[in-house]
């Protein structure tokens, strides 16, 4: 038996790193329970000259491929996208892009503006001074001015454009199309303790030298030092309640596979949109019987991963293949609805440097561009360092079929049942897809790239990065799962701060809004406790 | 761990598919130190490596390393042509060694070490290709 804590999260990730940050000023006591470990920098891929060959292995994205010790395995047979994630201190941003635009004021209004799907209860708005806190904490390089969006200041410079970035605005130019330099989550300079990026162009699975804002890294140092406490090796089974209905705590394993109880005042789940609605669905009790707080029957449901398309070819000249971080750029000239076109709402295009040697080798193998024989090496030398890539992020609405729950079968190695997606993509999401393609193959062609090289992964089948809606946010009880600023309808001292919470998916990535959102949950909490309404 | 006429087959596949070439002056991936490689690499692809080896033998009657050189050709196309995660796990395993062999590495014009700690040089470029960009108003949706 532990000591009661006041606060206790589950999950170090995006949100629950932010959230412990935020609450630590509080002087509660706060707990923060994590199933994976910490990860050194000097565990990172490209430290060594394997580099490539671990995306295949111990850092793949997706975890059935990974399938480490802190990982759970995920039944995804049934979707044409697969969950991909991190377990560890920092969670996925540790294995992320770190691609950092905001979401849209629009965004928030979808069937105010379109008539589909519902608003939030939140707006941009009031999350705004949450950004511009989360992007000072995060350490984001960006640039001022885009017309794509409200003004805002990132504290760093932009990425250097490079030569991909020169041919992408080139090519942009020539449409009269939007593009930007991309917010991102990588330090262009030296700040708050991290290294500046030295462009070793491999970011996914983890920053080496420090730059790629990943929580551990961010937010930790800080709530560490505040006096937050962070157990690792701690994979929580269920949250459980007490017979008032408010939750008493959580059971959780510990790496010896030990069973532990520990008692909390309040309980926040910032475990993602797959593993926060498996575990509340794990969560079942005599006053739950379908998982704890999921009166509305939502918990699990309206899952949203953003299909995303690659479209890519390939230019007579040398770009800037692997060298530098991926995505440096963004193009937001379809994000908004127009009445032309034949679905509602919009997308990102994020545009792409190129690959490393391995990466190139093994897709356009696969794709069939690359022969097998005498005539291997010739083409090779055509296709590495000449890629030029985007991706059309969708914007996913709402579904309720589209759903996590638990799998009848399958379990995690400290037998708790996994979670199974079901999931399709809309008819809306195929026409705004290939729409997104049109446009690539448009742009391909303005950069000059051959239009025999041209080709399209639609959707991407490791591409659900982006895990949304399975315990959305809304003002009422029987169309939601926690209220405007993530406290559950039915249980009272229960929060969720991550992707789950998402009403609609808007068409970026998430990571920014997830954060603020956290930061903004995080404030609703501290003011209620000043105002002594925390609970009522 | 495969079998030996596994791994002779898997040698053999590999120098079908990446073979030497003088003219860019490179090893083929059956070069004995690339192919070392890979037979170590196999970890967690073994079992589908060796089902990819099976299979090539059905499409051909015979192991791989058995047809004639002129035989070969027809069968690897074949089960290119199948596709699967069996193919995948096989040409996956050999590609990602051989492009990291610091022979191949240097006939591509790249150093063979990892990226960190050096790291590389990319060019800033031309900020002012985004004028016209700057130029133009905001165009996020305004909402009610």
């Known amino acids: 038996m532990h000591d009661k804590v006041d606060v206790l999260i589950i999950g170090s990730g995006a949100s629950g790193a932010a959230a412990a940050w935020s609450l630590a000023d509080t002087k509660m006591r706060i707990l923060c329970l994590e199933q994976g470990d910490w990860v050194k920098p000097t565990d990172y891929p490209t430290n060594g000259r394997d580099w490539e060959a671990r995306l295949f292995a111990d850092f793949a994205i997706n975890p059935n491929?990974?399938?480490?010790?802190?990982?759970?395995?995920?039944?995804?047979?049934?979707?044409?996208?697969?969950?991909?994630?991190?377990?560890?201190?920092?969670?996925?941003?540790?294995?992320?892009t770190a691609h950092y635009p905001r979401l849209h004021p629009s965004d928030f209004r979808v069937k105010?503006?379109?008539?589909?799907?519902?608003?939030?209860?939140?707006?941009?708005?009031?999350?705004?001074?949450?950004?511009?806190?989360?992007?000072?904490?995060?350490?984001?390089?960006?640039?001022?001015?885009d017309p794509a969006y409200p003004l805002h200041q990132p504290p760093m410079p932009p990425l250097p454009l490079g030569k991909s970035g020169m041919r992408f605005g080139q090519a942009l130019n020539k449409l009269g199309w939007h593009w930007w330099p991309s917010d991102s989550a990588i330090a262009t300079a030296e700040y708050d303790g991290r290294s500046p990026c030295i462009n070793l162009g491999h970011c996914t699975p983890g920053c080496a030298q420090g730059a790629k804002a990943s929580t551990d890294i961010t937010y930790w140092p800080h709530a560490l030092r505040a006096g937050v406490e962070l157990r690792t090796r701690a994979r929580v089974r269920e949250i459980s309640v007490g017979p008032d209905g408010m939750a008493t705590g959580v059971v959780y394993f510990d790496a010896e596979g030990v069973e532990h109880f520990q008692p909390a005042e309040m309980v926040i789940v910032a475990c993602n949109g797959v593993g926060t609605p498996r575990l509340m669905l794990n969560s079942r009790s005599g006053r739950f019987p379908d998982g704890i707080a999921n009166s509305s029957g939502l918990v699990g449901k309206n899952l949203m991963l953003h299909p995303f398309a690659l479209t890519y070819g390939y230019v007579a000249d040398e770009l800037d293949g692997n060298k530098g971080p991926p995505l440096n750029l963004w193009s937001q000239e379809f994000y908004e609805t127009d009445p032309v076109r034949d679905f509602v709402r919009g997308y990102t295009l994020q545009l792409h440097r190129g690959t490393g040697s391995i990466v190139e080798a093994i897709t356009s193998t696969l794709a069939g561009r690359l022969p097998w024989g005498e005539d291997h090496h010739r083409v090779y030398r055509r296709l590495l360092g000449h890629r030029l890539g985007m991706s059309t992020i969708t914007e996913d609405l709402p579904e309720e079929h589209n759903r996590v729950t638990l799998d009848p079968v399958l379990k995690d190695s400290s037998g708790i049942p996994a979670p199974r997606i079901d999931y399709t993509m809309s008819d809306n999401t195929r026409k705004m897809m290939a729409h997104g393609v049109a446009r690539s193959k448009e742009i391909l062609a303005a950069a000059g790239a051959d239009p025999a090289t041209i080709g399209v992964e639609a959707p991407i089948m490791n591409g659900g990065w982006h895990l949304m809606g399975t315990a959305r946010m809304g003002t009422d009880p029987e169309r939601s799962v926690v209220n405007e600023w993530g406290r559950s309808h039915d249980v009272k001292n229960l929060f969720v701060i991550d992707g789950s919470i998402w009403v609609t998916s808007g068409g970026v990535n998430p990571t920014s809004t997830i954060q603020a959102l956290a930061l903004y949950i995080a404030d609703a909490?501290?003011?209620?406790?000043a105002a002594a309404t925390l609970f009522d | 761990m495969l079998s030996p006429a596994h791994l002779r087959d898997l040698e053999t596949f590999a120098g079908f598919m990446i073979p030497a070439s003088a003219h860019y002056g490179v090893p083929g991936a059956d070069d004995p130190a690339i192919f070392a490689d890979i037979?170590?690499?196999?970890?967690?692809?073994?079992?589908?490596?060796?089902?990819?080896?099976?299979?090539?033998?059905?499409?051909?009657?015979?192991?791989?390393?058995?047809?004639?050189?002129?035989?070969?050709?027809?069968?690897?196309?074949?089960?290119?042509?199948?596709?699967?995660?069996?193919?995948?796990?096989?040409?996956?395993?050999?590609?990602?060694?051989?492009?990291?062999?610091?022979?191949?590495?240097?006939?591509?014009?790249?150093?063979?070490?990892?990226?960190?700690?050096?790291?590389?040089?990319v060019e800033q470029g031309d900020w002012s290709l985004l004028d016209p960009v700057r130029r133009r108003a905001p165009f996020f949706r305004k909402v009610p």
């Open chain 1, 525 to 529: 909490i501290k003011q209620r406790l």
């Open chain 1, 112 to 145: 105010t503006l379109d008539g589909v799907a519902d608003d939030w209860p939140v707006d941009y708005a009031t999350l705004d001074p949450f950004f511009a806190e989360n992007d000072r904490m995060m350490g984001i390089s960006g640039l001022a001015g």
């Open chain 2, 39 to 121: 037979a170590r690499s196999l970890e967690r692809d073994t079992d589908d490596v060796a089902a990819a080896l099976e299979r090539l033998a059905g499409i051909g009657g015979k192991p791989f390393a058995d047809l004639a050189a002129d035989a070969r050709r027809g069968v690897a196309d074949a089960f290119r042509a199948e596709g699967g995660p069996a193919l995948t796990a096989l040409i996956r395993v050999i590609l990602l060694c051989y492009y990291r062999d610091d022979r191949v590495m240097r006939s591509l014009g790249q150093e063979p070490r990892p990226p960190f700690p050096k790291g590389h040089v």
């Open chain 1, 65 to 96: 491929r990974r399938a480490r010790e802190t990982d759970y395995p995920i039944n995804d047979r049934n979707s044409p996208i697969k969950v991909v994630n991190f377990n560890g201190v920092g969670g996925s941003t540790i294995m992320y």
